[in-house]
């Protein structure tokens, strides 16, 4: 499945990974969001189009930062939470 870097810059977005992921999964085509090793930076993952514009509407009408995209995921995937205190 396809992958979009999320970053929230000067934001702790691993802290705050099931907040935004529950804020996400409105949009069905959001399947996860998933931390990275980078405090600032969460992976999306989805199905079909990314719709960044409508993910960045939802979480700041959650009251989270504006996020930055970048289209590249990669191998910095930590699938499970856990593994981020390692």
């Not at 702790?12 to 931390?35: K, Q």
Request: aromatic share 10%; net charge negative; charged share 30%.
């Amino acid at each position: 499945m396809p992958t979009y870097t999320m970053r929230f810059p000067s934001f702790d977005a691993r802290s705050n990974r099931g907040d935004i992921r529950w804020e996400l999964f409105i949009h069905r085509d959001v399947r996860d969001v998933l931390v990275t090793p980078c405090d600032d930076t969460l992976l999306v993952v989805f199905r079909g189009q990314p719709d960044v514009k409508s993910w960045t509407e939802t979480l700041i009408e959650a009251g989270f930062p504006r996020p930055r995209f970048d289209g590249t995921g990669g191998d910095e995937i930590m699938s499970d939470p856990r593994d981020a205190a390692a």
